[in-house]
């Protein structure tokens, strides 16, 4: 792999809270991963080819912690609901026409070509639970060159005749889907027990068997909804909090890297287990407003050590754009302070990168930041269609960048490889 040189005004973060800017300085890439960021080429790289980006900014790819691909096609719609209501009137009768590959080629070509013209280069994505339209959205994300993780979604109750597996067959089309994904070089699969109420507790435990046999990461929602949670407790009677039927099924941090969605009403005990088994948080700000789940009190998770990322939840969500789940944390984390608990000051804009950056690349190994030894995940923003009389800072200019653009960059880099 050729080693280069990206120039241009570089920004990441290396701790939370804190930007690192870099005026009118070189990035390099060595086999891959990033070689460290300098105002000056040094001499041993002299010489490299250097793709100059002028006055634009270059960023870490941002990190979609949590989106349903299947999902996408109708965001913005049936947004007057709460969450149960919402899965039954409109994610679950969508998510069923994913057993026609035809649809679920072309769902997914639509998808898979936002999120590459995105600022998003790595994610973590629900298919649904048809096994040969998840492969169809794996292939089309190997070949876009964006390393995902992607989840075959199991279901085998509390859902219509549609869209439900038998436990047996939900647990045979895992296995063998989970044979088949070894075909594919930077797409990962994840065990994807949509959530509590959709997953019997045989199933669960023999998702816990496979993700043991397999080494294989998982995906779920956790503690998103107060009405949920009350049907979950009845559901689970021998539970003493929501996490602990992921954790009984050996499905909940540990030795098996874990993302849990929303984490809105996580309590004490459920936080500890999270912390102690390093489970990731993926903080869906958007998605929480929308299906009026509430506001998460992120700013206390990032203050307990949690490791807390950023997902749009499309269709949740109605955005793809991670600088726009940005926002959506710092805003709603103002109301939280505003009207919830004034202990604890919103989240700022450093904050907020470091989630959508460092904080969420952290499942996928050293990504997110450009420290050495970094895999080489770059996006350009443009920002010169934002004008202004303003003399901005580039910190400034990030600010207007994340409030302002439409989250396009005019290229993008994932491991070291130019997408666009
Ligand atoms: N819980 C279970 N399924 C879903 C889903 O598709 N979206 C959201 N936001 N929550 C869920
Ligand atoms: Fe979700």
């Known amino acids: ?19 690192e800017l870099y005026p009118q300085s070189y990035l390099v890439c060595e086999a891959g991963k990033v070689a460290g960021v300098f105002r000056q080429l040094p001499d041993r790289w002299q010489g490299i080819p250097v793709e100059d980006h002028g006055d ?6 941002l990190i979609d912690l949590h989106v349903h691909a299947s999902q996408y096609a109708y965001r913005g719609l049936g947004m007057d609901m709460e969450l149960l209501d919402w899965l039954e009137c409109n994610a679950f009768p969508e998510e069923s026409r994913f057993a026609d590959l035809g649809y679920a080629e072309r769902a997914y070509a639509i998808f898979t070509d936002a999120l590459l013209h995105s600022a998003t280069t790595r994610a973590c994505i629900f298919a649904t639970l048809h096994r040969p339209a998840t492969l169809e959205l794996m292939k089309q994300l190997e070949n876009a060159g964006l390393p995902c993780y992607v989840g075959k979604v199991n279901m085998d109750r509390n859902s219509p005749d549609t869209l439900r597996e038998t436990t047996g067959q939900s647990l045979s089309e895992t ?27 045989e199933l669960m435990a023999g998702l816990g068997s496979l993700q043991r046999e397999f080494g294989a ?3 779920s929602h956790l503690s998103e909804n107060l009405s949920e949670i009350r049907w979950v407790s009845e559901l689970c009677p021998n539970t003493r909090f929501y996490g602990e039927a992921y954790a009984q099924a050996g499905l909940f941090g540990g030795s098996c890297p874990t993302v849990m969605a929303h984490c809105v009403w996580s309590g004490e ?12 948080i993926a903080h869906c700000p958007q998605s929480n407003i929308n299906v009026s789940s509430g506001i998460a009190p992120i700013k206390n998770y990032l203050d307990e050590g949690q490791k807390v990322g950023l997902g749009s939840d499309v269709a949740g969500g109605a955005h793809l754009s991670i600088f726009r789940a940005m926002t959506d944390a710092i805003q709603s984390s103002k109301l939280r302070w505003r009207l919830v608990d004034q202990e604890t000051p919103a989240l700022t804009l450093p904050d907020a990168f470091y989630m959508a950056t460092k904080g969420g690349g952290e499942f996928f190994g050293k990504v997110g930041s450009f420290e ?5 995940d770059a996006v350009v923003m443009d920002d010169s269609s934002l004008p202004t009389t303003r003399d901005c800072t580039l910190e400034e200019r990030l600010e207007r960048v994340v409030y302002l ?4 960059p005019c290229a993008k880099y994932a491991a070291g490889r130019r997408l666009f």
């Open 1 to 19: 792999m050729q080693t280069f040189a990206l120039k241009g005004n570089v920004i990441y973060t290396a701790h939370r809270g804190k930007l």
């Open 56 to 61: 634009k900014l270059i960023l870490p790819g």
């Open 175 to 201: 296995r063998y889907w989970l044979e088949e994904s070894k075909a594919f070089s930077k797409v990962k699969p994840m065990l994807t027990p949509r959530f509590i109420p959709s997953c019997t507790d």
């Open 217 to 219: 990461a998982m995906q």
């Open 269 to 280: 005990e459920e936080r500890a287990l999270m912390k102690k088994n390093g489970v990731f």
């Open 372 to 376: 050495p030894g970094y895999e080489f």
């Open 405 to 408: 653009s439409d989250g396009s």
